[in-house]
């Protein structure tokens, strides 16, 4: 074979190989879909319930979780993700009350410092906005309204194949929700929910 032959079949050769790897990593366009299963941990006081003071307590609970993004740019991207219908059981000062549904909406902005570049490895962080509603039908005469608070997550996706990726992930929204009953305001709930997860990532 020639040297130009030689030339052109390295220059085809390493072009392929870059191209592949450049698949690997997070670009602009791209749009991706996700889904596992996370734990939710309650991370903070829930409250103490008026008049006389009462300390509200939550669960921790795991359950399935899902998402969807789509990126701007190389660096920057939307994504729509939550979890399923979450049940907490509930106590009062230490005594059960019954359990509440706990369903999550996000919606963030997130950041990816190595979109574009050749590496399995592809970190990033989002922040912006949570809703989360309530369903309190298993509870007794309390009536939790609905959040809307800022979330942040920092997730980690490994490619394992083109257009396929592990994802593990870490994220803690401010829920607050205010409490009544009899439809009297008799406190706050701070739900405050840490969760960590990991499933699949598709990428397309």
């Not at 980690?156 to 994220?171: P, R, T």
């Amino acid at each position: 074979m020639s040297y130009t032959r030689w030339t052109a079949t390295g220059v085809i050769t390493s072009a392929c190989l870059i191209a592949s790897q450049a698949s690997l990593a997070y670009s602009a366009a791209d749009m991706f879909v996700r889904g596992g299963i996370a734990k939710t941990e309650i991370t903070s006081n829930n409250g103490d319930l008026t008049p006389d003071k009462r300390r509200l307590d939550a669960s921790d609970e795991r359950g399935l979780y899902y998402g969807l993004g789509y990126l701007f740019t190389d660096r920057f991207g939307i994504e729509l993700n939550g979890q399923e219908q979450v049940d907490h059981d509930l106590t009062l000062s230490g005594e059960p009350i019954g359990s509440i549904d706990r369903l999550p909406v996000n919606l963030l902005i997130n950041y990816y410092p190595l979109g574009g570049l050749d590496s399995r490895v592809q970190p990033y962080v989002g922040a912006s906005v949570n809703y989360t509603r309530f369903d309190e039908a298993q509870l007794a005469d309390l009536d939790v309204q609905r959040s809307y608070g800022a979330i942040g997550q920092m997730r980690l996706d490994l490619a394992v194949a083109q257009g396929l990726m592990l994802n593990g992930f870490v994220s803690y929204a401010d829920v607050s929700s205010a409490v009544r009953q009899g439809g009297t305001d008799i406190g706050e709930a701070k739900i405050d929910p840490m969760t960590i997860g990991g499933g699949v990532t598709y990428r397309f």
